[in-house]
């Protein structure tokens, strides 16, 4: 279709490559490791309260920061894992997802020409999110064959993305696509240059909860960092931790000067939404411990199944310690390019995985990488390892 009526700053922005390798495991019956989703439903208890709350009349505009009941359980759940305090009145504004919350803080604290700087490669959204806001990206590169052989980024490459117009930080820990969980001394940088800078950081933790247990450390979030909560809006979302990537409940908290400067914004975008699923997520994020418990350590197992597999398959495996992802070197393969690796796995193998180049800048970078998603049944798994091994 002819793009030519679209504002140019949105030129650059094709078909999501979720969408063409999707299309792609569709057309081949290829087992689909690409996009993100999970295979299976999330907690009975939260179904049932959706199920409630859509029969007993939930149905019409919330209100504008979300149910009072859902921003309680947002503060409670946030106070409970990671020890910090949020005021449900002011300091938490519940958002159509994670992807709403990141669109409505850029927007809200970006002038044209301002610049945030993110790490690459990058959540497909947030590029087009600067881009919206006619401001400009400055990545910094995350390189595997750190420590452990993890991705790691270099603090100097971090300073040097700092410049006069520089507004954000956006942060991705655990990181999609990589599985990188970013260290108490990589957080320590990023804090210290937003302290001296004056700059507000934005974390993204949709997967707060995928750590696994040999990671090299626990989930941090960055506003715990001293003089950190107060420049910090931290963004999650129900997605990833319940398997229900298709409501899209997300949420921001933050100092409510931060907040109240991003609500500004998101009520002119959805004003609200999700009504009946809202009082669903609160029932979620108050389950006890052992959901959380349950969900890390089946998602590590099924991590360890493909891991395993695509390491009898003769890819390079980079460490994954966390999200629903790991990243292969196709150089052992023989390949150079993940995208053309993608778009011919299908045909090769029956299998669609996600080349992770399109994430960055520095294509080169990551041009021999590719991603594979592990939030699927063992018995997806076990069939898409299967076949994987006929490419060794
Ligand atoms: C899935 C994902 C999101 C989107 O979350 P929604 O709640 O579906 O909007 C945002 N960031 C990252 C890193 C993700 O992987």
Not at 54 to 64: E, H, K, S, T, V
Request: proline share 8%; charged share 20%.
């Amino acid at each position: 279709m002819s793009t030519d009526r679209l504002v140019a700053r949105m030129r650059p922005f094709g078909t999501t490559v979720f969408a063409e390798m999707s299309a792609l495991a569709v057309r081949t019956g290829a087992v689909n490791l690409g996009q993100g989703f999970p295979d299976t439903d999330g907690p009975r208890e939260m179904l049932g309260a959706a199920v409630t709350a859509l029969r007993g009349g939930a149905n019409q505009y919330p209100p504008g920061p979300g149910i009072p009941a859902l921003r309680a359980a947002i503060a409670e759940h946030q106070k409970r894992f990671w020890g910090l305090d949020s005021d449900p009145d002011g300091e938490v504004l519940v958002t159509a997802g994670a992807t709403e919350a990141v669109a409505a803080t850029i927007l809200a604290l970006c002038e044209p020409g301002d610049e945030v700087i993110c790490f690459e490669p990058y959540y497909d959204s947030y590029a087009a999110s600067i881009a919206l806001a006619g401001a400009v990206r400055r990545p910094v590169t995350l390189r595997p064959g750190g420590p452990g052989g993890r991705y790691s980024f270099d603090p100097e490459e971090l300073r040097a993305a700092a410049g006069p117009r520089t507004r954000l930080v956006l942060l991705n820990s655990p990181h999609n696509p990589t599985g990188k969980v970013f260290t108490p001394e990589e957080l320590g940088w990023v804090a210290d240059l937003c302290r001296e800078r004056d700059l507000v950081a934005v974390t993204d933790e949709v997967y707060e909860h995928l750590v696994f247990t040999d990671a090299s450390g626990p989930h941090v979030p960055l506003a715990t960092l001293p003089g950190m909560r107060e420049r910090t809006i931290r963004i999650s979302s129900a997605g990833k931790t319940f398997s229900c990537t298709g409501w899209k409940v997300g949420w921001a908290t933050g100092p409510a000067p931060l907040l109240s400067a991003v609500l500004r914004v998101k009520q002119f975008l959805t004003f609200v939404n999700a009504a009946p699923l809202q009082p669903a997520v609160a029932v979620a994020l108050g389950l006890p411990d052992g959901y959380f418990d349950v969900f890390t350590s089946t998602m590590q197992a099924r991590r360890d199944q493909l891991v395993a597999g695509l390491t009898d398959a003769g890819f390079g495996v980079l460490p994954s310690e966390g999200t629903y992802f790991v990243t292969a070197d196709i150089r052992p393969l023989g390949g150079s390019d993940g995208l053309d690796f993608c778009r011919e796995l299908p045909g090769r193998a029956g299998v669609v995985a996600v080349p992770t180049q399109v994430f960055y800048d520095h294509q080169d970078a990551g041009r021999h990488l590719v991603r594979f998603a592990f939030c699927k049944r063992e018995e997806v798994i076990a069939e898409a390892v299967t076949r994987l091994r006929k490419l060794g």
